[in-house]
């Protein structure tokens, strides 16, 4: 949210109109910065026109305003010419435009190299592991196999077949 001010001064006669230095003294005067205030010259009249993005900063603005217009001379001392009046002209809340929503999302941070290093260990491992498996579970089915077949024919308890002897 931001807040607009302005006010009106009216320069007394002679007064030498320097836009850079009354701009550079009227935000001095009422606690803003340079670059938001603003200054259009019309004759005699000077247009000031504050935006702060803060209510303690309008609140600020009003209360130098109020009390510039009740007496000029203050005025005229913190801008430095001869001022015959003063009159704050409107204070406005103006609300922020928002951001047009984004049409892509920004890239994810790229993943920790911890990260990676643990992916590739775990891999590795587990393979090695598949690998292990893989030849006991080839050997138990071979002994398997192989006590059928030595085992055909024969009952439970019997001797093993005889050999032949040369």
């Known amino acids: 949210m931001a807040f ?7 320069a007394g006669s002679g007064a030498t109109i320097d836009e850079a230095a009354l701009v550079s003294k009227f935000a001095q005067a009422v606690g803003a910065a340079e670059k938001d205030v603003s200054l259009t010259v ?4 000077l247009t000031f026109e504050v935006v702060t993005m803060s209510a303690i900063g309008k609140e ?4 130098a305003m ?6 000029g001379d203050l005025a005229g001392e913190a801008l430095e010419i001869p001022v015959d009046g003063v009159e704050l002209q409107e204070t406005e809340t103006r609300m922020q435009p928002s951001p ?3 049409l892509w999302n920004p890239p994810s941070a790229p993943p920790k190299a911890d990260a990676a290093i643990g992916a590739i260990i775990g891999g590795v491992v587990g393979g090695i592991v598949v690998v292990i498996l893989g030849v006991f579970g080839a050997m138990y089915c071979m ?7 030595l085992g055909k024919g024969a009952a439970k308890g019997d001797a093993p077949p005889p050999t032949a002897s040369v």
């Open 42 to 45: 019309t004759g005699d009249k």
């Open 60 to 63: 600020s603005f009003e209360a």
């Open 100 to 102: 047009p929503p984004s």
């Open 4 to 10: 607009v001010a302005k006010t009106q001064l009216t």
């Open 66 to 71: 109020t009390a510039w217009s009740e007496d």
């Open 143 to 149: 002994k398997k196999k192989k006590e059928k077949q």
